[in-house]
């Protein structure tokens, strides 16, 4: 579908109830920023991901994230360049498999090799790349302090807090609220394991987007008139091993996917 001409047809894809959620007042301011390429459609936490791509995100203003995005890839992979593998490998606790790292994403492998190339037998996510990156280099293979915190507790996570309330915690708790099972698959398929023990949480499980990085989803359901909650946390050690903006791409990444498990199995 070709992109918005005016702002009156990115409002006409809106709840109109000014709920706020995108960190704007009104819904007609939304749709005037995502005209002028301050915003996109997703940032919109009630459309639904088919409204998105199939409009393509926003306005016809170039992609200036899918522009940062590839910058830092090169960086990255310029920097990966410079990475002895076998010295990496043992740093990390990763093998290697005829000169390529292989590390353990999801409960699922992946090898990067010296040109900074990720390959898996499964679907390589995009959103996945820059912090696999970005830990092959950052990682120095650190202990966890096992002390959890919330994003706004990392470098620089209370500018980006907001945001990622809003991309990552509330679809999140939007998608429990729906359908529990959620985690369940989660489980199974991500190698994931039960951590109910934290936070008194009525369920909890933590992940294993990469090695050294787990994270703790906990979900509390509503109770005697109160709202469900749901919260994200990380090792108070993250930085060590990722920066702040892989740990919201991550983060988000799977956000995004849950999403599309849920919707291929049904609400």
Known sequence: MPPFKNHLEVLKLLPKTNCKECLLPTCLTFAVAVINGQKSLADCPHLDQETVARHG??????DHVGEEQARRLEELRAEIAQV?????A?????????GNLVIKCLGKDFQVDPRGNVVSQCHTNPWLTIPLLNYIVRCQGDDLSGEWIPFRELDNGVERNPLFEQRCEKPLKRLADRQTDLFEDIIHIFSARPATDLFS???AIILHPLPRFPVLICYWKPEDGLESSLNIFFDAAANKVVDTGSVFNLVAGM?????????????
């Open 57 to 62: 995100g926003g306005s016809e203003r170039p």
């Open 84 to 88: 002895h593998f076998p010295s990496a």
């Open 90 to 98: 043992q740093r990390l606790g990763a093998p290697l498999a005829r």
């Open 201 to 203: 949480s009525d369920i």
């Open 255 to 267: 956000t995004r996917m849950f999403e599309k498990i849920t919707s291929s199995h049904g609400s």
